[in-house]
């Protein structure tokens, strides 16, 4: 079952731009990542934020969480062609199995 | 070191046919996950490995279905009889202890049933 849901399911923005995703979840989690995808193959763990944090940052990402909400925020500042691919946010259901979104599909325009 | 590999990346195959995916984890990694991937849409769980023991299989979608890991390494999902609707990318990861932190995903194994 997808306890995680992202928000808005696309995204088209300009290079240089910002970019902001969300993900809603429904149970109490212990952390929340979030993973990118290129043309549909493999995933890439970008961060991971635990329940007791509130913000996180990786270089050009900025990750927040609202547990009282149920809601993360992915930013992806300064935004290049590169970032374009589809990120997808996990939520643990148990101790060892991931819960994934339907992810957000960002286009980054030239 | 050597990330997640998977084989053969594309597999095109007949309606009826049986075919093998193989995953080959990171060394070291305990935990072992497949997941499938539709078109558009996000991951769906398949099965769980911790060492060669199977301890949730509870997303295989039917019978035609199976799963196996020896010597705590290698992994191979098997589906029978396959199906037009088996057509997807089949996902492989595997991570450190339980598995509910940081997963490393391979490559992944396109699926296509004719």
């Known amino acids: 079952s997808q306890q995680g849901e992202e928000d808005p399911q696309a995204l088209s923005i300009q290079e240089g731009e910002n970019a902001t995703m969300n993900c809603s979840y429904k149970t109490s989690i212990n952390n929340l990542q979030w993973y990118r995808q290129n043309s549909g193959r493999g995933l890439v763990h970008l961060i991971l934020?635990?329940?007791?944090?509130r913000e996180k940052h990786s270089g050009r990402l900025r990750v927040t969480l609202d547990t009282s909400k149920k809601s993360s925020s992915l930013l992806i500042t300064a935004s290049r062609a590169a970032d374009t691919a589809s990120y997808f946010c996990a939520t643990d259901e148990s101790d060892y199995k991931l819960s994934f979104g339907a992810g957000t599909t960002v286009t980054v325009r030239a | 070191g050597a990330g997640v590999s998977q084989s053969p990346s594309n597999k095109v195959t007949e309606k009826g046919k049986d075919v093998e995916l193989r995953c080959d984890p990171i060394s070291g990694h305990t935990a072992l996950y497949w997941y499938r991937q539709r078109l558009g849409q996000g991951l769906e769980f398949l099965i769980y490995f911790q060492g060669n023991s199977a301890p949730d299989k509870s997303g295989l979608p039917s019978d035609r279905f199976s799963a196996e890991r020896t010597g705590e390494s290698v992994s191979t999902l098997t589906i029978q009889r396959t199906q037009q609707e088996d057509s997807a990318v089949y996902l492989c990861?595997?991570?450190?202890?339980?598995?509910?932190?940081?997963?490393?995903f391979g490559p992944g194994t396109r699926l296509t049933v004719l």
């Open positions: 990861a595997s991570s450190l202890g339980k598995g509910a932190d940081t997963q490393y």
């Open positions: 934020i635990r329940s007791n944090e």
